[in-house]
């Protein structure tokens, strides 16, 4: 009697695990499309440093005072700018990250008085050579303005080609920010 | 018009040309259950687990099979050295054609049959047993240690489970009174209540019946919870392990090809064959439905429960479904007795 109830118990307990299974089976997916779709970033991920513009001018905060180039440990830092006539300040017209020496400590963003440079949520940045890596991000800020529809200030020091050619393009990072669109 | 269409057509009744046309029909009926089947399991197994599953190739991943087949006639064949090569080879070429002929005696719809035998069911469990020794070679032949171990397995697992799964054919021969499956379906005919599954007046365990059988043929089939033969995480692919290209693929769609067959003879047996639940309309599409459900719940089985390990398997079988698969045989002989002795 004992073995039948065992029997019988087991068999229950088969039939509750395949009562879940199917239920699961009716659910909407929770997987992401990955090539097709990808996950925003919380607002804490530290992915490359991209330059911040000020809101309003909408040009980059950056004073090119260097003190991140001489603040960062991998020396994977240059900035360069140019004092214009009639500014207070210098504007950058290069700022190359290396980003194949970058550990992402953060020194850079720690170090700079002006809040000009912050962690992007870029994490779509798998590249087949080294060049790619190579980043100007003096560039890739003129690609976000314009792909934003923000008033283009071009800076003459520094040409802006299609965003293509950019090292990392604005399309990159559009694909990070896209929001997750889960599809039932 | 339709007259002549007959008329025209008629010759195709005739033997040579009904040969060809079945065996045209059950291959490529085979061949397409075992391709579209893989599509379903991963389907299915990926809406189990809440992922899409195949979507990239074809709309909702329809032509997955396709490439999948493509990609594996583009591999090479490779014998492995010290294989028996001969054996080897033969091995794919085997492991399909038991599963042909079987389905050739199974009634798809009234009068939808290859080969009406009296004697089909027995052709079925004669034939069916073939195509695991099949397997059994395969793994001898490729001098592979998990495919030897493998092999070993699979003889042990049918040895255990073609007991159970006979016994209870001979019940459903007993109750039903006959061999040919034809006549198994025109009895059930009516409304569900009249399905096997359902004589309780017979045998009051039909249902457990139905179940030991069903289980009996996930066993057969080397299918989850039962697939000791190529358990991936212990033994690569077992028996499979040394086969590539298509000859894989056909040990593979022979998998499927099997899963078709137990679930048609399943429906045959239990679920009324080609009649109707509710008595009206009788006909091949009851068959798909009832065959595809049974199919849809391997698939259930295999993503719902863990492989079992070797002693679980084998204590399954002797200590409870031969036990209980006897019990049942008795049980109905006596019912079968004391009805007669009744009427």
């Known amino acids: 009697m004992n073995a039948l109830q065992e029997i019988y118990g087991g068999f229950k307990s088969l039939l509750i695990g395949m009562r879940i299974t199917l239920g699961q089976f009716f659910k909407r997916t929770v997987t992401v499309h990955y090539p097709h779709q990808s996950l925003k970033m919380p607002p804490r991920y530290r992915g490359h440093i991209e330059l911040v513009g000020n809101p309003e001018t909408g040009k980059p905060l950056c004073i090119v005072c260097k003190l991140c180039e001489r603040a960062c440990p991998s020396g994977c830092i240059g900035v360069e700018g140019t004092k214009y006539e009639g500014d207070r300040r210098k504007t950058v017209t290069s700022y190359e990250l290396d980003f194949t020496k970058c550990s992402l400590c953060g020194a850079c963003v720690e170090v700079c008085r002006d809040g000009a440079i912050r962690f992007s949520r870029d994490y779509n940045l798998a590249g087949l050579t080294k060049e790619e890596f190579l980043l100007d991000l003096v560039r890739r800020f003129h690609a976000q303005q314009e792909a934003r529809g923000k008033p283009e200030i071009r800076n003459p020091k520094s040409e802006i080609r299609s965003p293509e050619s950019g090292a990392s393009a604005e399309p990159k990072a559009e694909t990070a920010t896209a929001t997750l669109n889960l599809t039932p | 018009m339709n007259a002549l269409f007959a008329k025209t057509f008629a010759f195709l009744d005739t033997e040579p040309y009904r040969l060809v046309i079945w065996v045209v029909a059950i291959v490529s009926f085979v061949a397409l259950n075992a391709a579209y089947l893989v599509w379903v399991e991963r389907k ?300």
């Not at chain 2, 195949?54 to 050295?81: H, N, R």
């Not at chain 2, 073939?130 to 040895?159: C, D, H, P, T």
């Not at chain 2, 049974?294 to 993503?303: A, K, N, Y």
Request: hydrophobic letters at 55%.
């Open chain 2, 44 to 343: 299915g197994a990926a809406r189990f687990q809440r992922r899409p599953g195949p979507t990239e190739v074809g709309p909702a991943g329809l032509l997955q099979p396709v490439a999948d087949g493509l990609k594996l006639m583009s591999k090479q064949l490779i014998v492995p050295a010290g294989a028996d090569s001969m054996l080897f080879r033969a091995a794919p070429l085997l492991v399909m054609a038991p599963v042909l002929m079987s389905l050739a005696v199974v009634p798809f719809g009234r009068g939808v049959t290859a080969l009406d035998l009296n004697a089909s069911l027995l052709i079925v469990f004669a034939l069916g047993p073939i195509n695991l020794m099949v397997v059994m070679v395969g793994g001898w032949a490729s001098r592979n240690k998990y495919a030897v171990m493998s092999a070993a397995r699979v003889v042990s697992q049918n040895v255990a489970y073609e007991i159970p799964m006979l016994l209870v054919v001979t019940t459903m021969a007993m109750v039903t009174g006959t061999l040919d499956l034809n006549q198994i379906v025109q009895q059930q005919s009516g409304g569900f209540w009249h399905w096997n599954l359902f004589r309780v007046w017979v045998n009051p365990l039909m249902p457990v019946t139905f179940l030991i059988f069903y289980i009996c043929m996930l066993a057969e089939t080397n299918r989850a919870p039962f697939d000791l033969a190529e358990a991936e995480s212990e033994l690569v692919a077992g028996a499979y392990t040394e086969y590539g290209e298509m000859g894989f693929g056909v040990f593979f769609m022979a998998e499927y090809a099997n899963i078709v067959l137990g679930c048609s003879l399943a429906t045959v047996l239990f679920l009324g064959g080609w009649q109707s639940p509710f008595g009206v309309m009788p006909g091949l599409v009851w068959f798909l439905v009832k065959l595809y459900f049974l199919i849809f719940s391997v698939v259930w089985i295999r993503w719902t429960f863990p492989r079992t390990q070797f002693y679980g398997l084998l204590n399954l079988s002797w200590k409870i479904l031969i036990p209980l698969s006897l019990f049942t045989l008795i049980l109905s002989a006596g019912m079968i007795k004391i009805l007669r002795a009744l009427s």
